[in-house]
């Protein structure tokens, strides 16, 4: 009975994760569309559940009572970021009159934002089953209880965040939140996968301690890729409220883009490290080898960005590769075997 439920869990957490990096890949493509603001109010979109195709669907003066009802919300949020000490950031989130602003109706861009909240309900429904399933194995496998119920509560905060994502009018740093909390997800995921990966399904690498520090290395460099990638991102989205043309982003961003695209070096120099010291170990070649692959991806699609203007199509491509790299690192490390002892006990 054990057996079936771990490895019915297991492809339920498989499933589970692909349905999670579809989302980030819908979540970039919204974000490279300009679709955030598609549905300027949370859960429901213009007050409905299913969204209008026309402004003639909405009042007259649609614009000041959601731009009245996000306020109000930011007022409550205000209140708990001043409860932390964040009383500088509460005060500009109610005074600055851009936050308030409400953008003119459009319709691709409002069901472009409504699949996303769509494919984020899914996803919200594939870990309410994989806690259901947990519960099963609370006895015998409590790790994977307890892991299934934060990841159970972490979405549940990311999507009530993603509502203050909205009523703050995708202020930059709300939109970074919002990612990391959805790589602290991924990373949760990938654990549960690796604590009920049944034994026919074993990656497990021989490793040294030399190779657990350069993954290390590896896994350290590409988050702090990841954060300069941000606040390029932070950087891009002021310029493009500028209404500055497209072909001169990567220029007005300036420092912080010569400076994330020289570190990248640094990561793509680690993985070949990484991959020269795993040439002669035993266990699945494959998933380095990948990682090279994810990392020159990632790579090509920055440049691509760089010199062609920022293509709408290549930054959710960018971003999901970067994740996919960043839940790959997690796999190998969960499955490194340094002197005979996994980093991490397997499910038996």
């Not at 019915?8 to 589970?16: A, D, I, M, P, R």
């Not at 731009?67 to 919300?73: A, F, G, L, P, T």
């Not at 409860?83 to 936050?99: C, K, P, S, V, W």
């Not at 993603?162 to 602290?184: C, K, Q, R």
Request: proline share 3%.
């Amino acid at each position: 009975m054990t057996k079936t439920a771990i490895r019915g869990f297991y492809k339920l957490c498989l499933s589970t994760l692909i349905a999670v990096y579809f989302l980030i890949l819908v979540g970039g493509i919204v974000r490279s569309t300009g679709s955030g603001m598609g549905c300027p109010d949370w859960p429901t979109c213009f007050g409905q559940w299913v969204p209008p195709t026309s402004a003639e669907q909405l009042p007259a003066d649609y614009k000041e009572v959601y731009s009245e009802y996000r306020h109000n919300k930011n007022v409550k949020f205000a209140r708990y970021l001043s409860l932390i000490g964040m009383d500088r950031t509460a005060h500009q989130l109610l005074n600055d009159e851009d936050i308030r602003e409400e953008a003119d109706f459009n319709a691709a861009k409002t069901w472009v934002e409504y699949v996303n909240r769509l494919v984020g309900v899914t996803i919200g429904l594939f870990i309410i089953a994989l806690f259901w399933r947990s519960i099963q194995l609370r006895q015998s496998h409590p790790r994977i209880f307890i892991l299934s119920l934060v990841t159970l509560l972490a979405v549940i905060f990311q999507g009530w965040f993603g509502s203050i994502v909205v009523s703050t009018n995708l202020t930059t740093w709300t939109i970074t939140i919002h990612m990391f909390l959805a790589l602290v997800i991924v990373a949760i995921l990938f654990y549960l996968l690796d604590l009920s990966k049944p034994d026919d399904k074993s990656t497990l690498i021989e490793g040294t301690t030399r190779l657990k520090w350069i993954l290390i290395a590896c896994m350290v460099t590409l988050f702090i890729q990841i954060f300069l990638g941000t606040k390029v991102r932070e950087l891009i989205d002021q310029i493009a409220s500028a209404l500055i043309p497209r072909s001169r982003w990567i220029e007005e961003v300036g420092d912080s883009f010569i400076i994330h695209r020289s570190f990248s070096w640094l990561v793509v120099i680690l993985h070949l490290l990484l991959l020269y010291l795993l040439r002669k170990t035993r266990g699945n070649k494959a998933l380095p080898l990948s990682l090279i692959i994810l990392i020159l991806g990632t790579l090509l699609t920055g440049t691509g960005m760089a010199y062609f203007g920022v293509p709408p199509f290549l930054q959710p491509i960018h971003l999901v590769l970067a994740t996919i790299t960043f839940g790959l690192q997690l796999h190998m490390y969960f499955n490194l075997n340094t002197d005979g002892k996994l980093v991490f006990d397997k499910v038996e």
